[in-house]
């Protein structure tokens, strides 16, 4: 019998309907993965599992017994754990506390913050994590984050446990943690729902694969009865030609040197340079500092020392505000943190950065901003139902278009993309690396920092590799692979572990 | 959390619910009008209409001030203090005695409130200290100043010129005051809307962080904010003290949270980067309806706060089914 099963699940938002008589069953000790473009209603349909929404009809029935989940905390008592596509952290409270929030160990009617810490700092070290329970959630990468959640989730002995996009911003290394994890839970009996953008993922772990499509479940197939292929022609409703459009573009002059860039346990004496017409890719571990140097770069952090040259001046931003003045663009990497403003609509926040543009004598022109911002809704295709949705009701991988609409508009010499294709679909990152290509080909740069290693190898035209916060190495397009990449990133680690 | 759309999506269906909630406080006001209408046919009469409106234009000026300040995620508590200390300052230079012209003491006026709401952004933006906080501070060095310069005593006599800008009709009958309110929210609404400046407010309270990183000056924005909402309650001041004809130390006393209430009746959010400047007046309208309404039906003052008390809340509830 099914663990879980949904029938004919509708949901609409404001009289848009996204989920259109859904079924979907789900059966202990599996790994059902759900797939499909962005703004499928994935999202959305794991919502109503977890008592986030309810579904407008239909039924949920768990164990066969037909079940209503009226908010998280009922689906909780029934068993069921999300770990949500957007991070929700409480900044202000440790780890530890947000791990076991809502259910604190507790002594006497009050917390027992011995019990609350000891039992995090076993959690942790039993899922190879090394973080301090202690330690403010803010002060957290966005990895770590991540990871936490995924602890948060798995320490509450559920049923079923939902993965809404858990690997879209972690590395290899903590990828491998989380599949061991999934097959420990598997053995217990648990059914997991794993939903990614990352085809080789779903087909190493999944039993089962179900596609949706706007909002139409178009089938479930076993693991090992479809193909790559397939599962895209599905999603995407076309064939795909190739994954990584990447155009060979001359490569030009010097646009951007770096000079032995430190900044005191960050980063340190870092050493590069950019190209017009090159794509520069950047890999590491999380925690390797490359986050961490292209804030600098962007002038959003001071470097203890070094030299950044642009088109051969020294340059010394004192702010983003004087990065984007001489030309540069920085697509983080966290969205809703430093990406987006979620109470402003689609419109407002793509315009954000570039709004200087729009202005005649001190007043915004609406009508030629409008504009604007639908030919960007249209070029990177961003599902919304208009340009004045706020932000908070997009889907994930839309949230994530809208952050690279927002800089490309710009259109400046150089871009750091920070993790850009995080949570975007295939069809859509072979849309966005086309715009790449174009992009650099009109003689301008592109710093891309990736975790995604076919990514980086399939669009970059050098790959630095930092590891441990240092320089360790570099390889060009044709030099590229795995295990060269891999021996790189730990080069560092290595040293400081014999030392 | 599960912090949904602003009712801007309203292009698609409107449930009756989102409807309620977005235009609620609008459908409160008109049907208190009516109400009232009903009751005290006097209450839609021109003399009426004309007295609510002087009224609400002084309130208004503050509350105006105030959602720049709540929609960078802030708050001013000082605003009635600077109303009084403007209006003493102005006092000071507008009477007869002294010699000055009404411009004079304007700009005096003004200028306190402008340097105060200046001190409040410099320790908000630039100095980290906390809003609440901050405009507390300001709020009792204020007062201080107030009463420093006449040891308390209240200043008579002043000038007709300057009296004209609170008691003075323009054609026998528009007031002045209310002119004032209108140009200063032709002015406010084109910030609001048409400007970069209304749009990174908007974006500042949002996301602080995020509007930092597309290179907006976001200290600058935030010290701003309360330089205009210490200039907007300056101004207030000085029209109150116009009005009643001699300067008090008292005037002002408690309307910060008046202002706050308009604000957050008019839908604001407290938690900044959500708010509607058209939604902020009708907050100073039906409060100030309420008010004279209920002084016509001649309710005692007690119950009227314990009634107005309710709206607040109430209004503030409604709009909170929006984020359901
Ligand atoms: N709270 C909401 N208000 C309005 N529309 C919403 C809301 N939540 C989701 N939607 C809409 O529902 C559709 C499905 O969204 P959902 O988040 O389920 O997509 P998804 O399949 O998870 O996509 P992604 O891969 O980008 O995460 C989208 O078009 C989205 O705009
Ligand atoms: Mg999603």
Redesign the pocket.
Known sequence: MNLLNLANIKKS??G?E?LHSVDFSLKAGTVHALM??????????MKIIAGVHKPDSGTISIDGKSVEISNPLEARHLGIAMIH?ELTPVNEMTVAENVFLGREPVRMGLIDHKKLYSQTKELLDKLNISIDPREKMKNLRVADQQMIEIAKAISQNARIVIM??PTSSITDREVEILFKLIDDLKSKGTAIIY?S?KIDEILRISDEISI?RD?FNVGTWKAGEIDVDTIIRNMVGRELTAQFPKVNVPIGEKILEVKNLTLKGQYEDISFDLHKGEILGFVGLVGSGRTELMDSIFGLTQPDSGRILLNGKEVRFKGPKDAIRSGLAYVTEDRKQEGLVLPMSVHHNVTLTFLRNFVRHGIIQSRKEVSVVRDQVRALNI???SVS?TI???????QQKVVLAKWMITAPGIIIFDEPTR?I?VGAKVEIYKIMCEYVAQGNAIIMVSSEMPEAMGMSDRIIVLSNHKYSGELKRGEFSEEAIAQLQFKHMVKSLIN | M?N??SGI?ARNKLSARQFVSTFGSLIGLIVLVILMTILKPTFIGGANIRNILRIASINGLLAIGMSFVIITGGIDLSVGAIMGCAGMYSAYFAQTKMGYPWWVAVAVGLGMGLLIGLFNGICIAYLKVPAFVGTLGAMSIAKGFTFLLTDAKPIPSLNNEFKFIGGGNIGGWLPVPIVIMLVVLVICFTLFYKTRYGRYVFAVGGNHNAAHISGINTKAIICSVYAISGLLAALAGVITTARVTSGVTSTGDGYETNAIAMVVIGGTSLAGGRGRLWGTIVGILLLQCLTNGLDMLGVNAYYQLIIKGFVVIGAVMLDGLRND
Do not use: M, R
């Not at chain 1, 499909?36 to 349909?45: D, F, H, P, Y």
């Not at chain 1, 908070?392 to 839309?398: D, I, K, R, T, V």
């Open positions: 938002f404001y848009v996204v499909g473009e962005n703004g499928a209603g994935k999202s959305t349909l596509q809404d996009e939903i953008h949706l909002g599902k919304t139902a949705q908070n009701s997009l889907s994930g991988g839309n949570g679909d | 599960n949904l759309s999506s």
